[in-house]
C-alpha cells in the first residue's frame, strides 16, 4: 500500500460546482497534513495545513479523519482559475526527524 | 508566505558536464531544505533532506556522490549534479521549512543532451 494515495483524476467539472478530493495515508502517526496546488510545470503553493479536524479558507475546506486515515479537499464554488493539480502532502516521523510524502496528485479541470 | 528562489530556472547541458543549481530563502533563514525531482506527469520524489552545517540525508536510490549537496549557510543549499547523463533530465525543485510547513522554489528545469 502507498503511504499517501490519492485518485489521480482528471475531475472535470463546470464552474461553479463543489468538488471533494480525497487522500489517504498509511502511517497511523502522522503528524501534520498538507494540501498543495501545483499548476503546470509549475512549482507546488501550499494551499492549505491541516492540523487537527480541519479548517476553511474561502471557498477551500479541509478536513482531517485520523480513525479512518485520510484528509479531504473541497472546493466550493469552483473557478476556472482552480484547474490544476492537488497534492495531498502527509508529514510522516521517521528516524527522530519527519519526512514529508506527497501523493501523486488529483488533476481538477474546471469547465466553462 | 515564505519567497524562495531557485536558479537558474533552466539550463540545458552536455552528456558528462555538472550542473549546480542553487536554493535561497530570501526573507527568513531555513535550516532545513529539500531537494526534489519531478519527471513528467509524476509526483514530486524527494532526493535529499539538506541540513545547514551538516551533511545531507539522502533518501534510498539515490546517489550522493553523483547529486552532491551543500547546504553551507541559513539562506543556501547547493545541488550540484555531477557527471550528467540523459536520463537525469528532469525538474529540480527545492523547498525550505518554515516550521513544519514547506515553501518551494520555482523550480530548475534540467536538460542533458
Known amino acids: 500500500r502507498k503511504e499517501v494515495e490519492q485518485d489521480p483524476g482528471p475531475f472535470n467539472v463546470p464552474e461553479g460546482a463543489t468538488v471533494v478530493f480525497n487522500c489517504t495515508y498509511s502511517?497511523?502517526?502522522?503528524?501534520?497534513f498538507f494540501w498543495y496546488r501545483q499548476d503546470c510545470r509549475k512549482e507546488p503553493k501550499l494551499l492549505m495545513s491541516?492540523?487537527?479536524s480541519g479548517n476553511e479558507d474561502g471557498r477551500f475546506t479541509a478536513q482531517l479523519n485520523r480513525a479512518s486515515q485520510y484528509i479531504s479537499l473541497l472546493i466550493r464554488d469552483s473557478k476556472l482559475s482552480d484547474s490544476a493539480t492537488y497534492l495531498c502532502?502527509?508529514?510522516?516521523?521517521?528516524?527522530?526527524?519527519?519526512?514529508?510524502?506527497f501523493g501523486t496528485g488529483t488533476r481538477l479541470k474546471v469547465l466553462a | 508566505g515564505a519567497v524562495v528562489s531557485q536558479h537558474p530556472s533552466r539550463v540545458i547541458c552536455k552528456s558528462g558536464t555538472s550542473v549546480k543549481i542553487e536554493c535561497r530563502s530570501l526573507?527568513?533563514?531555513?535550516?532545513?531544505m529539500f531537494w526534489y525531482r519531478q519527471f513528467p506527469k509524476q509526483s514530486l520524489m524527494l532526493m535529499a533532506t539538506?541540513?545547514?552545517?551538516?551533511?545531507?540525508?539522502?533518501e534510498q536510490g539515490v546517489e550522493k556522490d553523483k547529486f552532491l549537496i551543500n547546504h553551507a549557510s541559513l539562506t543556501l543549499s547547493t545541488l550540484t549534479v555531477t557527471s550528467a547523463h540523459p536520463e537525469d533530465s528532469s525538474f529540480y525543485i527545492c523547498?525550505?521549512?518554515?516550521?513544519?510547513?514547506?515553501?518551494f522554489g520555482p523550480g530548475t528545469r534540467l536538460t542533458v543532451t
Open positions: 491541516v492540523y487537527s
Open positions: 526573507d527568513f533563514q531555513a535550516t532545513t
Open positions: 539538506s541540513n545547514e552545517g551538516s551533511k545531507a540525508t539522502y
Open positions: 502511517n497511523s502517526a502522522s503528524q501534520s
Open positions: 502532502v502527509v508529514n510522516i516521523p521517521t528516524s527522530g526527524t519527519y519526512k514529508y510524502i
Open positions: 523547498s525550505a521549512l518554515v516550521s513544519y510547513e514547506q515553501y
